[in-house]
Antibody, heavy 119, light 112 residues
Framework: EVLLVESGGGLVQPGGSLRLSCVGSGFTFSTFWMNWVRQAPGKGLEWVANLQPDGSQTYYVDSLKGRFTISRDNTRDSLYLQMNDLRAEDTAVYYC????????????WGRGTTVTVSS | DIVMTQTPLSSPVTLGQPASISCRSSQSLVHSDGNTYLSWLQQRPGQPPRLLIYKISNRFSGVPDTFSGSGAGTDFTLKISRVEAEDVGVYYCVQTTQYPFTFGGGTKVEIK
């Protein structure tokens, strides 16, 4: 079974940092684009970032550039999202989603991990 | 950025009746490779999103044939031929033709 499992969410104070992880199984992780998508409470979906299978190329939504960093470790079948200088508006469920080439159709989604930014 | 606009916001439907959701993009989603990277996702209450349709009209594995997608350029439609109780949820269109990828605001399908 193809699975993505996120972890690392939690409660963090404004200005703090958090690192999310996503582990893939049931497929050859190193051959797929991987994405982060977030959903604020009661709101719609927002694409955050993605990166190429070998991790050499990354893309971000402009509003998060400089604060969030996407990375991966294909030896561990893992995707990461380093989030710095967190703000209340970053409160959301963060999903990882597999992207099918050539243009990242989001075919498999994890169940998400919840990030709450609050003092 | 490409803006994706979905209508209606909410669609109350009688069981067994059809439902239709519209998605309009602020610019053409036709990629230089000739393909149109427009997908539809379903999010049931309390669940993560799930892929239904990709490249306008291709049903993903395991998706019942009561779901169909159509359209071209900037106008797209998701149709449910006969709504069942398990179809309740929010439906999103998403474009992955151009960065940044963008989603529609969502359409809530509920039973009358």
């Amino acid at each position: 079974e193809v699975l993505l499992v996120e972890s690392g969410g939690g409660l963090v104070q404004p200005g703090g940092s958090l690192r999310l992880s996503c582990v893939g199984s049931g497929f050859t992780f190193s051959t797929f684009w991987m994405n982060w998508v977030r959903q604020a409470p009661g709101k719609g979906l927002e694409w955050v970032a993605n990166l190429q299978p070998d991790g050499s190329q990354t893309y971000y939504v402009d509003s998060l550039k400089g604060r969030f960093t996407i990375s991966r470790d294909n030896t561990r079948d893992s995707l990461y999202l380093q989030m710095n200088d967190l703000r209340a508006e970053d409160t959301a469920v963060y999903y990882c989603a597999r992207g099918v080439a050539p243009h990242n159709t989001f075919d498999i989604w994890g169940r998400g991990t919840t990030v709450t930014v609050s003092s | 950025d490409i803006v994706m606009t979905q209508t209606p916001l909410s669609s109350p439907v009688t069981l067994g009746q059809p439902a239709s959701i519209s998605c309009r993009s602020s610019q053409s989603l036709v990629h230089s490779d000739g393909n149109t990277y427009l997908s539809w996702l379903q999010q049931r209450p309390g669940q993560p999103p799930r892929l239904l349709i990709y490249k306008i009209s291709n049903r993903f594995s395991g998706v019942p044939d009561t779901f169909s997608g159509s359209g071209a350029g900037t106008d797209f439609t998701l149709k449910i031929s006969r709504v069942e109780a398990e179809d309740v949820g929010v439906y999103y269109c998403v474009q992955t033709t151009q960065y940044p990828f963008t989603f529609g605001g969502g359409t809530k399908v509920e039973i009358k």
